[in-house]
């Protein structure tokens, strides 16, 4: 209760002489302690203290900080709070202990002593007060403080502020010192979280370290340093925000211990490592809990390096799979690390003498201090990943094309939207030039000469795509999902007519139109720097019966409902949604509304098929997104892929033409019979009738 009446009913009220003169006069003689006392705060502070300093500690309240660094050996030091209760309470118990110590009550915007009389000025707490707020006003207020601490100190003298590092309060005095030409350099008090009189803070401590100094004329460069812990060696930062990053990842971390240390069966909780240098994310580690491995000496924490490139298979980038992985390795608590694309890592030593220290900070409590705690990857190594392009569109943002070694020693390209690094946009597989020679000697087919080949890091053999093989197990359910349309035995060599909407690296459309000798296929892309990097980096060549438009896909099926209406056999909708706050990242939602699937409708002929790549986590819109589909094709299947959260939806006008499950596999296996023509290599991983096995009615 009395936390509560001594709490201020706003936040301006901590910069209010009133509120602290109730604040002391019903705390009492009690200290009050923000953020730790001197013993918990040495380690930073003492670096930056010489006995002889004349020292002003600001805000001082009724504090037993400057008590305890007088008895220290620190002797000349002035304190001043605004609070004459506080002051006087102060001055009247150190009279006789401590003869050279003073106190003074005085506004620390508008402070009466002269210029340049102090080497240090000691801030606990006072600034966090005082910047409650990012508005102009409450910043004004802090920037009047800075203006007085500047004038009242020497040049070399140093301002150690004692913070939470909330980041409206990093950000204003960081910028305001280094513009000064200060010297910024930001301490974490321990890697613990910070003690009070009231308890236990949920972030740690930061002391900044801002040393005055002499204006250099011309000069713009300004020194940001971080010391992550009290003995680190300082590291350097080129810029503002990635000194701001790198605090945060600290206070990231600090709430994840927190709510390990609270809730041990918490579920699946994450954070980003930034590399020393650039502020830049190095690791993602996920924390996985696994309650049905029984707790035994050895197995109650291990780490998982996860191979780079494969951060975003099933299994490594889901809650779902990192569960899995945790049971299947066996460990109560397992932690897996993620390598980012544009690091670059030696070796797996290098990566465990990097981590040990700091993860090992996760371990479950009671963890004994000097048990080894297991290193774990697949195969032993950190995989190999080649970056081959990195590139900037203006629809799509910043992407990546790195080529990468799978689990069976296969290389793989992928193409990555770095606005959702942890999903793959499309994929393909390389193979040796040798072995693709023969892998389709289909008729008219054409080389890709704008296909560049790819010399891994294992060997010097030249790699290209190989187009028999879709990686993606929703692209295989979307082809297989062709055998409902009539006679399925003679498609592959009668003209049928596929639009698909979204290009992605073109496997989906290339595939159709290689297998499918007759088939004429239209893709719409309304990104053209997607159509180069499918054309450059996989392979994709247009032609005669493999067009190409760059427009908008609701635009341009409202242009073809107009020009040729019941004219497509198959409609294929692939496209991803840059909205991550609706629940569902494919498609976007306009693509499953009631206007667009109407003129899908009448799009198509009356046999025809409507194929869509559905990923929704939201069950409740999912639900929805099946009932619109259902108000206009009648006749309604969903396959959902395993290990993924893509659900592909077969979508059909006549209900009468309705198949049971087992029936569909039957013609998939007369599908699958058909496109294995002589002469054309077929990828035996591909089982037409699998893609269809689970598949329901809606």
Not at 208 to 220: A, E, L
Not at 404 to 422: A, M, Q, T
Request: net charge negative; aromatic share 8%; with cysteine.
């Amino acid at each position: 209760m009395e936390a509560l009446r001594l709490l201020p009913r706003s936040a301006q009220d901590f910069g209010s002489a009133g509120y602290w003169e109730r604040f002391f006069r019903e705390r009492g003689e009690r200290a009050f302690e923000w953020y730790g006392e001197w013993e918990e705060l040495r380690g930073p502070l003492e670096r930056y203290l010489r006995r002889r300093d004349s020292i002003l500690v600001v805000g001082c309240g009724n504090s037993e900080m400057s008590e305890q660094l007088y008895d220290d050996g620190y002797q000349s030091i002035v304190n001043v709070d605004i609070s004459e209760r506080a002051i006087k309470q102060m001055g009247e118990r150190s009279a006789a202990l401590r003869p050279t110590m003073t106190y003074l009550v005085m506004d620390v915007l508008q402070m009466d002593f002269p210029d340049g009389c102090f080497q240090v000025v000691l801030d606990k707490g006072t600034l966090d007060a005082l910047l409650t707020d990012s508005e102009e006003p409450t910043v004004a207020r802090a920037e009047r403080m800075f203006d007085e601490i500047s004038r009242v100190l020497q040049f070399g003298g140093r301002y150690l502020c004692v913070s939470l590092a909330q980041m409206h309060v990093l950000k204003t005095t960081v910028e305001y010192f280094s513009k000064e030409g200060w010297m910024v350099r930001i301490h974490q008090a321990s890697g613990k979280q910070a003690t009070g009189s009231e308890g236990k803070f949920a972030l740690p401590v930061f002391v900044y370290v801002m040393t005055k100094m002499k204006p250099v004329p011309g000069s713009t460069s300004r020194i940001l340093e971080l010391c992550a812990e009290n003995h680190d060696k300082p590291v350097r930062f080129s810029s503002l925000d990635h000194l701001i990053e790198a605090v945060k990842e600290r206070q990231q971390y600090a709430l994840l211990r927190s709510q390990l240390n609270k809730n041990p069966g918490a579920g699946d909780v994450s954070l980003d490592l930034c590399s020393k240098d650039g502020g830049r994310a190095r690791y993602t580690l996920h924390v996985v809990h696994c309650p049905t491995v029984k707790v035994s000496r050895d197995n109650r924490f291990a780490i998982f390096i996860v191979p780079q490139g494969r951060e975003t298979e099933w299994l490594f980038g889901t809650e779902e799979g990192r569960k899995q992985l945790a049971a299947s390795a066996g460990f109560r608590r397992l932690v897996t690390v993620a390598l980012h694309w544009d690091q670059h890592y030696e070796s797996m030593d290098a990566i465990q003498a990097e981590l040990s220290g700091k993860v090992m900070e996760l371990a479950p409590l009671g963890l004994p201090a000097q048990q080894k705690v297991p290193f774990l990857s697949v195969g032993g190594d950190i995989g190999i990943r080649t970056i081959q392009h990195r590139d900037t569109s203006s629809l799509s943002g910043e992407y990546v094309i790195q080529d990468v070694k799978g689990e069976d020693g296969r290389y793989f390209r992928h193409l990555i939207f770095l606005s959702n690094r942890n999903v793959v946009q499309s994929e393909a597989r390389l193979s040796s030039e040798a072995s693709c020679k023969g892998t389709k000697k289909l008729k008219k087919k054409k080389k890709a000469a704008s296909s560049d080949p790819v010399k891994p890091t294992e060997g010097s053999t030249s790699l290209s795509i190989d187009k028999s093989y879709l990686c993606c197990a929703h692209h295989r359910a979307m082809v297989a999902g062709l055998c409902l349309l009539k006679d399925p035995e003679r498609l592959p060599e009668v003209p049928i007519r596929v639009l698909v909407i979204g290009l992605g690296g073109g496997s989906l459309p290339l595939f159709i139109h290689d297998y499918f000798s007759q088939c004429t296929v239209e893709v719409v892309e309304i990104d053209p720097a997607i159509l180069e990097v499918a054309t450059h980096w996989f392979s994709f060549l247009a032609d005669d019966r493999l067009k190409v438009y760059i427009a908008d896909g609701l635009v341009h099926v409202s242009n073809l409902v107009a020009e040729a209406p019941s004219s497509y056999d198959a409609i294929m909708v692939d496209v991803d949604s840059k909205d991550a706050a609706v629940g569902m990242s494919c498609p976007p939602p306009a693509f499953v509304e009631k206007p667009f699937l109407q003129e899908v409708r009448a799009l198509l002929k009356m046999e025809g098929v409507f194929i869509l790549n559905l990923v929704c986590r939201d069950t409740q819109l999912r639900d929805t997104v099946l009932a619109t589909l259902k108000e206009a094709f009648p006749l309604l299947y969903a396959r959902r892929i395993e290990g993924e959260v893509n659900e592909i939806l077969f979508c059909q006008q006549q209900s009468q033409q309705k198949l049971p499950p087992a029936e569909l596999q039957s013609s998939a296996r007369v599908l699958e019979k058909a496109l294995r023509q002589p002469g054309c290599i077929w990828d035996s991983t591909y089982v037409v009738a699998d893609m269809l096995e689970s598949v329901q009615l809606v």
